[in-house]
């Protein structure tokens, strides 16, 4: 059976803002885009109504932060990030529960890909702060998922691995998982896995299930001596873990 709930990270800021004088700030951009009225002055703009959005979007005031968004895209609809946002907010980012089973109960799957993709297409991975990348690759592959179009959340699973080898806990797991039940890549499964709990992002939740899945796959390739030391850790990282079986 496949994986179905991996857990969501934070919301990462963008480019920072200046935060002494904000309201002289946002005066003087709404001034530049008055006067000027060009596309620079547009794309100079649009980056103050993102970083709007965002601290609208961390204090789950959706309603704000999409305003922002509309007004962003308006200056400049070419921003990846602005489309990056609006995924973040049909997933149902605010509202997300890390500690179910179903940690976005309310998304709109269809529509976070239509925008995940639209960031991506857009050059998301050429964006100042890499951790706005890192997510949507990371909440388009949950998507997919979700949604059991595996060989194309299994893709963004494997550009996020490529990308940020270090940072990529879930990404190891779900695409381990999946070339261990379903692709028939257990050589694969087990070179991508064994990384995972080190990652820096590692969930301690979940552990237990990385290190049963690393005690099959060690089983399978008939490694005694990794069998009982994945084995040993799984046992361990699964105390008063409901998740884990």
Do not use: C
């Not at 103050?48 to 965002?54: L, S, T, V």
């Not at 301690?204 to 690393?214: D, H, S, V, W």
């Amino acid at each position: 059976a496949h994986i179905n709930k991996p857990m969501p990270d934070e919301i990462g800021a963008i480019e920072p803002q200046p935060k002494k004088n904000k309201w002289l700030i946002g005066a003087v951009v709404l001034v530049i885009v008055i006067l000027a009225g060009g596309w620079y002055a547009r794309s100079f703009a649009a980056p103050y109504f993102i970083e709007k959005a965002k601290t609208a979007l961390n204090n789950k005031d959706v309603a704000a932060a999409t305003k922002n968004l509309n007004i962003a895209l308006k200056l400049d609809s070419q921003n990846p990030v602005i489309y990056a946002y609006l995924g973040h907010i049909a997933l149902g980012l605010d509202r997300a529960n890390p500690e179910s089973d179903t940690p976005f109960p309310n998304a709109d799957f269809a529509k976070a890909i239509d925008n995940y993709e639209k960031a991506l297409s857009l050059g998301l991975a050429n964006a100042k702060n890499r951790g706005v990348y890192k997510q949507t690759l990371e909440f388009a592959g949950y998507s997919y998922w979700s949604q059991k179009e595996y060989n194309k959340a299994v893709a963004k699973y494997l550009e996020q691995i490529r990308e940020f080898p270090n940072d990529s806990f879930w990404a190891r797991n779900l695409v381990a998982e999946d070339y261990f039940a379903r692709s028939n890549k257990p050589k694969e499964a087990l070179e991508i896995l064994t990384l995972a709990p080190s990652s820096p992002d590692v969930s301690k939740r979940f552990l237990g299930n990385t290190y049963t899945l690393l005690t099959r796959l060690s089983s399978y390739f008939n490694n005694p001596l990794d069998v009982r030391r994945y084995a040993a850790l799984a046992v361990e990282n699964s105390k008063d873990n409901k998740t884990n079986t």
